[in-house]
C-alpha cells in the first residue's frame, strides 16, 4: 500500500534549498517570463529574509509555478499526496519533480492530512523561508474568488510571518482544467503589501484566526479583482485529468 512520505520540504528546506533546486527555479521562471511575457507588479514587498506566507487566489495547476519561478525568493507549496506515491518511473519523476520545488504533500481527503502539512510549514517558516498557500483550497473552475478557509489565518498567526497577498489573473488560460498541456499567454501577477499579524502560537481561539483570514482574503480579492462569493469552493466530483494540482489547506 503506498504512504503518504515525510514532507520533503520540511527536512531539506531548513538546511537551506539545494543548488539543484534553486537552478531549477530560476530557469522555470526565465522561460515562463520568455513564452508568457507576463505582467508582474509588487516583487518589492517580499522580504529580502525571514520567514514569509504567500497566500493566492488559485485559478489554474501553473498557478504554484509561476510563483515559484518569478518569486526572488523560493516558495514551498502544497502539493496532492498521489503526486508522491505513483508507481513506476512516471510516479519517480513526478515525485522528483514536486520535491525539487520543495513541494509538502498533503491528502485532502483526511483532515488531518492538511492539518498535518499545515504544521510541516511551520517548520519552513522558522527555519526562515517562505511557503504558499490557496485559501480557496481548489482552483476556481469559473473564476469567481471564493470563501477563504482558516488554515492561513492559523498559520499567520501560529509563526507571526508577514502574509504575501497575490492576486493572479488570466492564469487560467495557460491550462485549463482538463487540458494536459500548457500554452503561453499572458497572465497578470499582482503582489500586495504585507500583512502583519500578532503571533499567538499554535493555540489560539478561532475569533482571531477568522479575523486573519478574512484580511487576507480582502488583500487578494483588492488585486486580482474578481467577484467574491461567501461560499467555500469544492472539487469537482469527477477525477482532475491535467498533469497535476496544488491545494491550500482546510482551516
Not at 507549496?77 to 513541494?103: D, H, I, V
Not at 502560537?201 to 482571531?208: A, I, V, W
Not at 480582502?218 to 469527477?238: C, F, H, K, M, W
Amino acid at each position: 500500500m503506498n504512504t503518504v512520505p515525510e514532507p520533503p520540504a520540511t527536512a531539506a528546506l531548513v538546511e537551506g534549498r539545494t543548488v539543484a533546486q534553486e537552478n531549477i527555479r530560476r530557469l522555470g521562471g526565465r522561460t515562463l517570463r520568455l513564452l508568457c511575457r507576463p505582467t508582474v507588479e509588487g516583487l518589492e514587498h517580499v522580504p529580502d529574509t525571514g520567514g514569509f506566507i504567500v497566500a493566492s487566489n488559485h485559478l489554474s495547476f501553473l498557478d504554484s509555478v509561476l510563483m515559484q519561478g518569478i518569486f526572488p525568493r523560493a516558495v514551498s507549496f502544497f502539493a496532492k499526496a498521489e503526486y508522491f506515491t505513483q508507481p513506476g518511473l512516471r510516479g519517480k519523476g513526478m515525485r522528483f519533480f514536486f520535491e525539487s520545488f520543495g513541494s509538502v504533500p498533503v491528502d485532502r481527503d483526511r483532515q488531518s492530512g492538511a492539518v498535518e502539512a499545515l504544521f510541516g510549514l511551520t517548520s519552513i517558516i522558522n527555519a526562515g523561508h517562505g511557503v504558499g498557500i490557496y485559501p480557496e483550497g481548489t482552483r476556481s473552475r469559473d473564476g469567481r474568488l471564493y470563501r477563504g478557509k482558516n488554515g492561513v489565518g492559523w498559520l499567520a498567526l501560529a509563526t507571526g510571518a508577514p502574509v504575501i497577498p497575490v492576486g493572479l489573473r488570466g492564469t487560467e488560460k495557460l491550462q485549463p482544467p482538463g487540458k494536459n498541456m500548457m500554452r503561453p499567454a499572458k497572465f497578470e501577477m499582482r503582489v500586495g503589501a504585507p500583512l502583519q499579524f500578532d503571533k499567538l502560537g499554535e493555540k489560539h481561539s478561532m475569533k482571531p484566526r477568522k479575523e486573519a483570514t478574512n484580511a487576507v482574503m480582502d488583500a487578494i480579492a483588492a488585486l486580482s479583482g474578481q467577484e467574491r462569493v461567501q461560499e467555500y469552493n469544492t472539487r469537482p466530483t469527477e477525477p482532475d485529468t491535467d498533469a497535476g494540482g496544488t491545494t491550500g489547506a482546510d482551516g
